[in-house]
């Protein structure tokens, strides 16, 4: 078994942060839904913005709103306004195609993904 990417909702913008809340990250459902991300699932996320990783566990938030909200101790690791990477794996014996995709500026779906080479890089 191998640990492989399931998962990428890339360049996604924090709109709200609480480190006051017992933890978690607060996911747009259509966001979620176009990665297969469960609620309560695992994910790692990473802060392009100023380099920091942690994880933690997805609560969806209102369809369509555009909401990525950090909650807990990781809203001490971004600011409102971060762009971030938020990334799940699967445990597998088999090669498997990752849903993958890419947001706009305010969190809304751009397109589909597809697995990128090597020197391949996306600045928006």
């Given amino acids: 078994m191998r640990f492989v990417l399931r998962s990428k909702i890339h360049r996604a913008f924090i ?3 609480n480190p006051d809340y017992i933890g ?3 996911i747009d459902r259509e966001l979620m839904d176009k990665v297969d991300l469960w609620e309560y699932e695992k994910v790692l996320v990473c802060d392009v913005t100023n380099g ?3 994880e933690t566990y997805v609560l969806p938030g209102e369809r369509n709103s555009g909401t ?3 909650q807990g101790a990781g809203a001490k690791l971004c600011q409102n306004g971060d ?3 938020i990334l799940s794996f699967e445990a597998s014996s088999e090669p498997i195609e990752p849903k993958m995709i890419l947001v706009d500026g305010e969190n809304r779906f751009v397109e589909y993904l597809e697995g ?3 020197g391949v890089s996306y600045a928006g």
Avoid: H, L, P
């Fill in 15 to 17: 709109t709200d942060n």
């Fill in 24 to 26: 978690s990250i607060i």
């Fill in 52 to 54: 920091n990783r942690w």
């Fill in 68 to 70: 990525v909200s950090v």
């Fill in 83 to 85: 762009c971030v990477i």
């Fill in 116 to 118: 990128v080479g090597e």
